[in-house]
């Protein structure tokens, strides 16, 4: 079994910076593909940013320039530097990952997710 653990979120005011962490465990073969969703109260789940095994990252048109997402491979982790943060980034984060697991499957996990909110 393969599981992601998020941690950093919190109560930020307008224009300050959090930090998010991801640790995927378990029997885990690789990790594929990595990214950052969130969903806001009343809203759709939204990618926010993702990073495959190329490191080419990929972002959100609302949060460029602004966010920044990177991933260790030897811990298993993935990060998401916010700076900047807004009221209309108050949202639930989740991590995501493709994994191949030691017996060669791969699917896709999710984290629990963490509670990141903006004050106005």
């Known amino acids: 079994q393969v599981r992601l653990v998020e941690s950093g979120g919190g109560l930020v005011q307008t224009g300050g910076s959090l930090g998010l962490t991801c640790a995927a465990s378990?029997?885990?073969?690789?990790?594929?593909?990595m990214a950052w969703y969130r969903q806001a109260p009343g809203k759709q789940r939204e990618l926010v940013a993702t990073?495959?095994?190329?490191?080419?990252?990929n972002y959100a048109d609302s949060v460029k320039g602004r966010f920044t997402i990177s991933r260790d491979n030897a811990k298993n982790m993935v990060y998401l530097q916010m700076n900047s943060l807004k009221p209309e980034d108050t949202a639930i984060y989740y991590c995501?990952?493709?994994?191949?697991?030691?017996?060669?499957?791969?699917?896709?996990?999710w984290g629990q997710g963490t509670q990141v909110t903006v004050s106005s």
């Open positions: 378990g029997s885990i073969r690789q990790i594929n593909a």
């Open positions: 990073i495959p095994t190329t490191g080419i990252t």
């Open positions: 995501y990952a493709v994994v191949v697991n030691v017996y060669r499957v791969e699917r896709a996990y």
